[in-house]
């Protein structure tokens, strides 16, 4: 398959099927996947919440639900924004050493992919419209957890956000269904 970028960003909100795009994508290109969930892990693990209040959030206010859909999702963004320069540093490190490579994340934002000009990066959003649709997805992903209600509401919330943004960014935005048709629609982009 014929590649014209060397860093391709997939950004989208949970459950969205960022990863279920993204793996096929990268093994039929040939190249290397990072999960940005990753970097938050990194974060979390090497500093404390003093030093990164946004990556450790959730764990140092355990009552974050009762604050409602609107700042969980702003929550969201804040650890998109607290990802940001790292992120950049990333992308920047795989143009300047030529090697090929996917991202993708929940915490990959609109306007860290709008700061990239150039055929360089290439950057798209997984968009699932349907709030239902994404609660059967975490319920497919994780029976285990039984419905999960809020996040799916937080989910669908922070899903508008993302659109809404590509919009004013010029990004492209991808429905995830008819998700037999998803990838070939990202191809022919």
């Given at each position: 398959m014929k590649r014209d970028w060397c860093v391709f960003l997939i950004g989208g909100a949970s459950g969205s099927g960022k990863s279920c795009i993204?793996?096929?994508l990268a093994k039929m290109y040939g190249v290397?996947?990072?999960?940005?969930?990753?970097?938050?892990?990194f974060l979390f693990s090497m500093?404390?919440?003093e030093e990164q209040p946004e990556i450790h959030y959730w764990d140092t206010h355990p009552d974050w639900k009762n604050e409602g859909v609107e700042a969980t999702k702003q929550q969201l963004i804040n650890v998109g924004k607290a990802l940001k320069v790292g992120l950049e540093a990333v992308v920047k490190n795989h143009i300047g050493t030529n090697m090929p490579v996917i991202i993708e994340g929940d915490f990959i934002l609109p306007e860290l992919c709008a700061s990239f000009g150039g055929p360089e990066v290439r950057s798209i959003f997984i968009h699932e419209p349907s709030r239902d649709q994404i609660l059967n997805n975490y319920q497919a992903r994780e029976p285990e957890s039984g419905p999960q209600n809020y996040r799916a509401d937080v989910t669908h919330c922070y899903g508008e956000w993302l659109k809404s943004e590509c919009t004013k960014y010029g990004i492209p935005v991808i429905e995830s269904r008819p998700w037999l048709t998803v990838i070939e629609r990202i191809i022919n982009l």
């Open positions: 993204s793996y096929p290397n996947l990072i999960e940005v969930d990753d970097f938050q892990e500093t404390k919440p």
